[in-house]
T-cell receptor, first 112, second 112 residues
Framework: GENVEQHPSTLSVQEGDSAVIKCTYS??????FPWYKQELGKRPQLIID?????GEKKDQRIAVTLNKTAKHFSLHITETQPEDSAVYFC???????????FGPGTSLSVIP | EPEVTQTPSHQVTQMGQEVILRCVPI?????FYWYRQILGQKVEFLVS????????KSEIFDDQFSVERPDGSNFTLKIRSTKLEDSAMYFC??????????FGPGTRLLVL
């Protein structure tokens, strides 16, 4: 089955700097890759997603890139703000099994 | 973002007791899922449900777990005889069969 790895596990950046989180997946059949933001005690919230027929997608300060050949994808947050502090999970959809496999998460701290 | 609702928000139970967690998915989102998240860990897939039957389940979803949609609106997860290690946050999610899954606020289950 699908396995998703994520790095780093913790990340601290100064406000205004960029943050990059990287993930790899194992199943070449996966074709949908969402990113979720989870604040303490709250639900995972979808912040951006990318499909395998797209190499890059951007939404304001957030961008995601996908390299299908290498089976890795990344989240980029520019001009970070304290409210970006949260745990970020990358994920991959196993299309044959209709389930989302999550990475282990990255705890992002944005220091004012 | 569409809203999935869950009840109760918190549940405390004694080991060996049965618990039922409830979810009200978004209307016209007919694919349902349960995930769990042990404190400080990643979100883990439990089961997916479509057209009144399980479409996929993980190794976590053993005979102690069951799901049903008893009245056409609520979607429930039952744990027949709870164990200490069942203590976790349980998230319901829904989708329209496209890739995007929307998560409910979760039920925090504590087994004593």
């Amino acid at each position: 089955g699908e396995n998703v790895e994520q790095h780093p596990s913790t990340l601290s950046v100064q406000e205004g700097d960029s943050a990059v989180i990287k993930c790899t997946y194992s199943d070449s059949a996966s074709n949908y890759f969402p990113w979720y933001k989870q604040e303490l005690g709250k639900r995972p919230q979808l912040i951006i997603d990318i499909r395998s027929n797209v190499g890059e997608k951007k939404d304001q300060r957030i961008a995601v890139t996908l390299n299908k050949t290498a089976k890795h994808f990344s989240l980029h947050i520019t001009e970070t703000q304290p409210e970006d502090s949260a745990v970020y999970f990358c994920a991959a959809l196993e299309t044959s099994y209709d389930k989302v496999i999550f990475g282990p998460g990255t705890s992002l701290s944005v220091i004012p | 973002e569409p809203e999935v609702t869950q009840t109760p928000s918190h549940q405390v139970t004694q080991m060996g007791q049965e618990v039922i967690l409830r979810c009200v998915p978004i209307s016209n989102h007919l694919y349902f899922y349960w995930y769990r998240q042990i404190l400080g860990q990643k979100v883990e897939f439990l089961v997916s449900f479509y057209n009144n039957e399980i479409s996929e389940k993980s190794e976590i979803f053993d005979d102690q777990f069951s799901v049903e949609r008893p009245d056409g609106s609520n979607f429930t997860l039952k744990i027949r005889s709870t164990k200490l290690e069942d203590s976790a946050m349980y998230f319901c999610a829904a989708s329209r069969g496209e890739e995007t899954q929307y998560f409910g606020p979760g039920t925090r289950l504590l087994v004593l």
